[in-house]
């Protein structure tokens, strides 16, 4: 039976940061302007900014997706491949993810 690598410390991928950086004020543009938020900013602009910033920002969610997979691949070779850590993997997703979740679920109900 192979032998799974003992969990590695944590190394920051700083080109990674720079992209998530960028990735999520361009999905934020593209949804305010879908939104016709900004309908009057639009209108002002020329067309290419207007299509690189705001029409195309859905590039953005590509980008954090292939971040993610990148990194949970990275993760995985780092860590033991079993029913506990597994188990931990979920737990910490959850515990990050879950409260802005609810945090933005109830906000949009109350604005609503």
Do not use: N, Q
């Amino acid at each position: 039976m192979p032998e799974f690598p003992i969990a590695a410390p944590s190394v920051r991928l700083a080109f990674a940061d720079g992209l998530r950086g960028p990735a999520a004020p361009w999905v934020l543009l593209f949804h305010l302007s879908t939104g016709h938020h900004l309908d009057a900013l639009l209108a002002a602009l020329p067309a290419p900014v207007d299509r690189v910033l705001f029409t195309r920002g859905h590039g953005g969610v590509a980008v954090f997706f292939a971040l993610s997979g990148g990194v949970l691949a990275l993760t995985a070779e780092r860590v033991a491949l079993d029913a506990a850590a597994a188990g931990r993997f979920v737990l910490r997703r959850l515990l990050r993810l879950a409260p802005p979740y609810v945090v933005a679920l109830l906000a949009t109900v109350a604005l609503g």
